[in-house]
């Protein structure tokens, strides 16, 4: 904290050189400081990401962008590595903050400035649209971090320039949850085969070990974690799922690592393989089930809404949260759960698209959606107002989907997904409609009220009975319709019902 008060009276204050230099010393401290994961979150909790958003924005940063710009955005970067950081970051608009700076970055001309901003730029985007402006900085910073994890796996430490292969894998993965980086990474082909998706999974084959090491290397469990989740991606796509599979090696791998406990990315990648793999055609006949898809930061409208949907229909309702305690193993509970359901409804919202495991479970559910019905099994509901889809995969995946909107009333909005589903009963104005053209409205004392109105009720379906009533004048005739009757036969009763009390006519 002492460090950070010096820092910002150094910024917000006319600076002089020889002051200048002890900041730059400091920030460079801070940003070895914050290179440690143990030390992220002691520096998020002391406040220091509101303060880096306040010294980017200042004269001085801007004035002195040469000396100080990279030691602050590094240590943004390092920041942004622990969830809250990120999550605190993307409120206070980082992102956009940084791009006010973009040109004087551009105007800098130094290589690590412009490496260290493309790498922010990567963690901190929310969207396509905002990696879009900044297309061509991203594919470079990619394409460097690719080269930088070749050049460090050689090294018996796995480190190299100041970097460990974790955290080079940890960038690499936020950077392929854009479609057209992971696709500029992978397109380098050699007799038809990507050398970067035989680099991952040879790499995978070195490393795997530390997985099953019962005292493992820390970093080196979290490069194998994080090169998993990159293999996750790269399998989420068939036109590269099939050259995993062509790697017998890493088949066999994968499938013993899928028998083990906590290993829930390794257990989606298999479940993708076996989609290729299985010849097993699924039944034609499947009991009716509905699969819920949601980010867990919505978990509070999936509650609400999954309580208004059962108010309305009585098709088996399938969701994590009443199924299954989160766990590390989630997924051998919810990939069977989607092969069997016969309707998936899908919670969108720009969450939903920043979450990595969304895209291969969205791709999961598209790969398994050829046995439900093409226009109501697979459904698509706004979580948020004026949703667009923040991410490409989402939109390639959804564009050509049935799109339930946001509305402030979620009654009405699970009203529409039954009336996309069809499990809506008939109005019942249309049994009124049909009584209006063959029954002549009469009152009791009508001679041929009950005979009329009984000839439009099966003959088993009749109950008849006298009753007497002070207020009536005469008797009055009555349907009783027993229990086990159906329907049509209670509400045709109903309607047909009338008579007259005080010079008032009553239904």
Known sequence: MSLQEFINNCLNEHVSARVLCVATCIL??????????????????????????????????????RVIGNPI??????????????????????????MERKQLINNENNNDLTDSYGRVLI??????????????LILNTTENLYQLCKKTDQQDDLSSDGYHLSELLELLDRAFTNTYVIKHILEDKINEQSTAIQYFTELFLSLYG??????????????VKYLLRILLQISSYPEYLKQLIDNHQ??????????????????????????????????????????????????????????????????????DYENVDLSDDMWE????????????????????????????????????NKSRDEKKGLIVVATEPNFTFNRSWMKDLLHD?????????????????????????KPRIKCLNWLS???????????DFSARTLKLIPEKDKVYSQKESSQMGGSTDFLLVSKTHSSQSIVTGLMTQTGSVSGSTWV
């Open 333 to 368: 509970y919810i990939s069977p759960n989607i092969i069997s359901a016969t309707v998936v409804i899908i919670f969108v919202s720009t969450a939903y698209g920043e979450n990595t495991d969304k895209f291969q479970e969205l791709s999961y559910i598209i790969s398994t």
């Open 210 to 223: 530390a997985l099953l090491d019962p005292e493992p290397d820390e970093l080196e469990k979290r490069a």
């Open 437 to 447: 053209k063959n029954v002549r409205r009469k009152t009791p004392q009508s001679d």
């Open 73 to 98: 955005i590094c240590i943004v970067y390092n920041l942004s590595r622990d969830k809250t950081g990120l999550k605190q970051f993307r409120t206070e608009k980082a992102f956009d903050i940084l």
């Open 28 to 65: 460079t401290l801070l940003w070895n400081l914050t290179d440690k994961l143990a030390m992220v979150s002691i520096c998020i909790d002391v406040g220091y990401i509101q303060k880096l958003i306040q010294w980017i924005r200042t004269d001085t940063f801007a004035s002195h962008i």
């Open 250 to 319: 890493f088949c066999i791998i994968i499938e013993s690592l899928a028998n083990r406990p906590k290993r829930d990315d390794v257990k989606r990648i298999w479940c993708n393989i076996q989609q290729i793999m299985s010849t097993n055609e699924r039944k034609k006949e499947m009991l009716s089930k509905i699969y819920i898809s949601y980010d867990y930061t919505d978990e509070d409208f999936c509650k609400e809404f999954v309580k208004e949907l059962r108010k309305r229909m009585t098709i088996p309702i399938w969701v």
């Open 123 to 136: 963690a901190l985007a929310t969207s396509d649209e905002q990696s879009e402006e900044n297309k061509k």
């Open 401 to 425: 989907k049935t799109m339930v909107s946001y509305e402030n009333n979620m009654g009405q909005m699970a009203w529409n997904v039954c009336e996309q589903i069809g499990v809506l009963e």
